[in-house]
């Protein structure tokens, strides 16, 4: 699992003919660069050796046996973006994930998930080296990498371990660094939304220059980034939260049950009562009576981020060079929200600071054997007396590489380097509260008014009715220390040869051999009030630590097989393997590469390839320490299908029912209850890895009889043996119902009570999944003149591209015995906790049209996503339930455009001016199936239609 050197300064620009080309006409070298070696014909003009992603072979043309996707400056600039995360989330091949419009699930990391197969099953690299993950999970945060420091970005998707080792199973993410600086570069650019919020600010400094007559060359980069929050309430399709009943297919309140004023009742259901101002109880009023949760959870999360970056390199006078790479991040991302208290508490009858209409209703409902002390459902939020809730997630990243590379001559070369690399992320909670303390306040003696419990500065906690949690109790129950320390240090030394091997009857076998070593060592360390899950924000977690290492050795080789034939120019194949030796593993693992190519004509080439991947289990799945996490009561008659309402006889359940702990004479009498279940997490340190299988053929096209454009078609196919899942109660419950297995490893992790409810679970990861995805990738892309139309004196150049994405089939199978769940096309929770998330629609398609005349430039961008079908059909009938009336049975596409304007102002100074969303599209509504906001802002813009407005200076 160690990193790969990629050629450092001699990886040169990979164009169209494996991929897509944004706006190449634009550029005054791209003529040069798109020539080929055979296109050469007196061989007059050298062609510089270049390592493309997928390969450590160096090539002389630009070709690659897998497909690759490449993102040039040229696009990077005209996007706008400020974030690398949102230039990929609008490729088709790349899954949007977790960002900055998911209130619920944002940590501050940007993220990259090919294939929609998870971002744990994506390798990142920089400059063909491995990137360290920021914490246990081995996700890699992009935030350390502004826009303006990188050169281009190269996608391989599908498989990608025989070359890079470990994680590539969806394939590789390659951010290749800008080395060309000579001079001082700066940008400032705002955006803004339409509405006058979400102000994003982003300042970008660079200089470059070679020193010791070219010898050397040394590039510094800083940036500094801020952005504004918008919250929910501020949209009109989020202002009030709405679900669906899938029952009656009416659309109705999400509003939240918990509310300031407080609710109480004996069981989970929605016959409760709530508080007037005075405490007095009354029947809840729904959905009157709901909190409303839109006006402190953001659609757009705030964060601050300042990095610093230098690189450079050095010619020495023996042939050596050396490459060095050091950079630093901060980043200060927000999370706000309103806590939730939901639980078993005790309250004695008797406190004297409660109305007589609540002691007595304590008395007569919820103290059946009279002793005084009355055991409810507490449902109550406490933040609104003191301020919500912020968890800041403060987060350092240091990296630091040298290298070296060299020539051995007759054709050879060496490289080694060494890169250090150390992450910490320093997360603490504001305005938290301790579920103890609140516990204990509930307890008073009606003699002193004070608590029974008097430690610790004990202070009555009155959580009937808004505003009646004095200052006082305010006090008591705040936490302070509340956080968490993740820390993950990485270390990767790598050595490898590459030349040519011998002289074969179709040319030289090149080959490329290595041995690379890496060392994890991974922390996470809660404070005691989440270790014990005191805190009322972030609830329980565990401690974990550990170190991953391993060792690897690996060959490649390209190896022709006919040149220069009537029906073909080149025949060849490629082909790698890379042994593995992990400590957490007792075996090696083994991976390789197998592809071939066949250039019929100049512009028409074959390409295929089959690998074998892997993903070893990460530090999160290995180490983290088993705990009690809580008890919850998410199983009743829903998902337990032994209840007499589910028809356990008729559905031929009986005997798995049995074996679960239900009484003979009970099946089709007992009936499921929100009963408390009492649930437990595990890692698992016995996890397998992942194996997964990529194959891809496509063809490239580039005709010479029309100049410019190029068109190319990829079949892909992946499949994931052995896959990870996390499982809960819910989610075993369900699967065990579904392989009808009382041995099935679902069926164990939960366990029946004397009453026949589910009463405990467990939490944790398994080997029990499979996963598959297969589509077609389409990339076009034509440039061409039209002086006709030229607004100045230097002509005009056009240039169109288009890629798209195609899913044939994407799902999963949740373990051997249950059937293969098809999430291509659909939205909704089919297959949200397996290996797919969300909405996947079936086709998305990237088209930029591009328009160049002298100092100006203009360019629409349109992104478009295919309607979906909701998944809940396929949720019901897997369950066995009856079907659904949803409100929302599919979505339609979406359309979205993007608008870019580009002056130069003078020698110095160049203006952009972008639209995004320039519609003003709103995400459409999703019903039962909305993950946020009414919607799936991880799929959908939730923004609208936004402005920036950039202006760089060049000396």
Avoid at 307 to 321: E, I, K, P, V
Wanted: hydrophobic fraction near 40%.
């Amino acid at each position: 699992m160690a990193g790969a050197h990629a050629g450092g300064s001699h990886m040169m620009h990979l164009h169209a003919h494996a991929t897509i080309l944004f706006l190449s006409a634009l550029h005054a070298g791209v003529a040069a660069a798109q020539v080929n070696s055979e296109s050469v014909a007196d061989g007059s003009e050298p062609i510089e050796e270049i390592i493309v992603t997928g390969s450590r072979i160096a090539r002389r043309d630009f070709f690659s046996v897998s497909p690759i996707l490449t993102v040039d400056r040229t696009e990077i600039s005209l996007t706008g973006t400020t974030e690398v995360k949102d230039l990929l989330n609008g490729l088709p091949q790349v899954d949007p994930g977790v960002g900055s419009g998911t209130s619920n699930d944002f940590l501050g990391s940007a993220r990259v998930n090919l294939r929609s197969l998870g971002d744990f099953r994506t390798l990142v690299l920089l400059n063909g080296r491995r990137y360290a993950a920021d914490g246990i999970f081995g996700t890699v945060d992009l935030n350390a990498l502004p826009p303006v420091m990188l050169d281009r970005v190269e996608i391989i998707t599908g498989g990608a371990s025989a070359v890079y080792g470990s994680d590539a199973i969806a394939g590789a993410v390659n951010f290749i660094l800008r080395n060309d600086f000579d001079g001082l570069e700066s940008s400032l650019q705002y955006d803004v939304t339409e509405r006058g919020d979400g102000d994003t600010y982003n300042f970008d400094i660079a200089y470059g220059t070679p020193f010791a007559g070219g010898r050397g060359n040394l590039a510094l980069f800083g940036n500094y980034y801020k952005r504004s929050t918008i919250f929910q309430d501020e949209r009109s399709f989020s202002r009030t939260p709405l679900t669906s009943d899938d029952d009656t297919g009416e659309i109705i309140s999400d509003a939240s049950f918990i509310s300031a004023s407080g609710a109480i009742d004996g069981e989970l259901d929605v016959d409760f009562y709530t508080f007037d101002a005075d405490g007095t109880p009354r029947l809840f009023i729904d959905p009157d009576d709901r909190f409303n949760w839109a006006s402190t959870n953001a659609l757009l999360a705030p964060m601050e981020r300042y990095s610093a970056n230098a690189f450079g390199g050095y010619d020495f006078d023996n042939g050596t060079r050396t490459e060095f790479e050091f950079s630093y991040a901060h980043s200060v991302p927000e999370q706000r929200r309103s806590d939730a208290f939901a639980d078993f508490v005790d309250v004695n009858t008797d406190r004297p600071d409660i109305t007589p209409a609540l002691s007595n209703l304590l008395a007569s409902e919820y103290d059946p054997d009279g002793d005084g002390i009355a055991s409810i459902i507490l449902l109550r939020r406490f933040t609104p007396e003191r301020g919500d809730a912020v968890r800041i997630n403060e987060r350092d990243a240091y990296r630091a590489m040298v290298g070296f590379e060299g020539d051995l001559g007759a054709g050879w070369q060496w490289s080694t380097d060494y890169s250090y690399t150390t992450t910490d992320l320093d997360m603490r909670v504001i305005n938290d509260s301790s579920v103890s303390r609140i516990r204990q306040g509930l307890l008073v003696d009606p003699a002193t008014g004070a608590c029974f419990d008097p430690s610790g500065g004990c202070v009555p906690v009155n959580p009937f009715g808004a505003g009646n949690l004095s200052d006082a109790a305010a006090n008591f129950i705040a936490l302070t220390g509340t956080g968490a320390d993740e820390k993950l240090t990485e270390q990767i030394v790598n050595a490898s040869l590459r030349g040519s091997l011998l002289e074969l009857w179709a040319g030289e076998l090149d080959v490329a051999l290595g041995v690379e070593f890496r060392r994890d060592k991974i922390s996470f360390t809660p404070s005691d009030s989440i270790l014990s899950g005191d805190s009322l924000f972030n609830g329980a977690d565990v401690a974990s630590s550990g170190v991953i290492s391993v060792k690897e050795a690996f060959a490649e080789a390209r190896i022709p097989l006919l040149t220069d034939a009537r029906w073909a120019s080149y025949i060849g194949l490629e082909a790698g393997v890379r042994m593995s030796d992990y400590n957490i593993n007792d075996d090696n693992l083994w991976t390789w590469k197998l592809g071939a190519e066949w250039q019929i004509t100049e512009g028409l080439r074959l390409r295929t390839m089959l690998q074998r991947a892997i993903r070893v289990p990460n530090a999160g799945e290995l180490f983290q320490e088993s705990a009690f996490v809580g008890n919850f009561f998410f199983i009743g008659p829903f998902f337990d299908q032994c209840s007499a309402s589910r028809d356990p006889v008729g559905n031929g359940l009986t005997e798995l029912c049995i074996a679960q702990g239900i009484a003979a004479d009970q099946i089709g009498v007992f009936e499921a209850d929100f009963f408390p279940t009492a649930v437990s997490f595990s890692s698992n340190p016995d996890l397998d890895a992942e194996e997964g299988d990529t194959f891809t053929a496509g063809v490239v096209w580039q005709p010479e009889a029309a100049s410019g454009l190029s068109l190319s078609v990829d079949y892909f196919k992946i499949e994931i043996d052995n896959a990870t899942t996390f499982i809960d109660p819910t989610d075993a419950t369900t699967l065990c119902f579904i392989t009808r297995d009382i041995n099935d490893q679902f069926c164990r992790t939960f366990n029946r009570g004397p009453s026949g409810d589910i009463a405990t679970g467990l939490i944790t990861f398994v080997n029990a999944a499979k996963a598959r995805t297969e589509g077609l990738d389409f990339a076009f892309e034509y440039n061409w003149q039209a002086d006709a139309l030229a607004l100045f004196g230097d002509g005009a150049n056009f240039g169109l591209s288009f890629i798209a994405t195609y899913y044939q089939e994407a799902g999963v199978q949740s373990s051997p015995l249950a059937p293969f769940l098809d999430c291509a096309g659909k939205f909704g929770a089919l297959c949200d906790d397996f290996v797919f998330f969300g909405a996947l629609p079936d086709l998305r398609t990237n088209t930029r049209l591009t328009y160049q005349s002298g100092p100006f430039a203009a360019s629409l961008r349109w992104l478009w996503i295919d309607g979906m079908d909701n998944s809940e059909n396929e949720i019901r009938s897997i369950t066995n339930q009856p079907p659904p009336v949803l409100a929302v049975p599919q979505v339609s596409a979406m359309n979205y455009f993007d608008l870019t304007l580009q002056q130069d102002v003078g020698e110095h100074f160049d203006l952009s001016l972008g639209i995004g969303n320039l519609f003003d599209e709103d995400p459409p509504f999703l019903g039962s199936a909305n993950r946020d906001a009414n919607t799936d802002p991880r799929t959908y813009d939730v923004l609208g239609r936004r402005f920036f407005l950039r202006v760089t200076a060049r000396y």
